[in-house]
């Protein structure tokens, strides 16, 4: 991660429960949930706007999920 990821590092966060499933959130209101195998390969599973950031990540940590950092590398889910 570069200088110039900083600013997008602060507005997303991946989420992974067990080894292929992930959940990624953007403050703008977007959650992006998907699988990822050993390959590379990522199949979404569900796409969501009008999320509230900081409760979905909470709610997401009550039931088991990990924070694994901000998923800079699948940002290109969110377009």
Not at 4 to 33: I, M, S, W
Not at 47 to 57: L, M
Not at 58 to 69: A, F, I, P, R, T
Request: aromatic residues 12%; hydrophobic residues 35%; negative net charge.
């Amino acid at each position: 991660m570069n200088k110039n990821d900083y600013p997008e590092a602060g507005l997303q966060r991946l989420f992974q429960k067990g080894t292929d499933n992930f959940v990624l959130l953007h403050k703008n209101g977007k959650a992006v949930a998907f699988q990822s195998n050993q390959n590379g390969n990522v199949n979404i599973i569900d796409r969501q706007t009008d999320i509230d950031f900081s409760s979905t990540g909470l709610s997401l940590l009550d039931d088991g999920w990990k924070c694994v950092g901000p998923g800079l590398q699948y940002s290109w889910l969110f377009e």
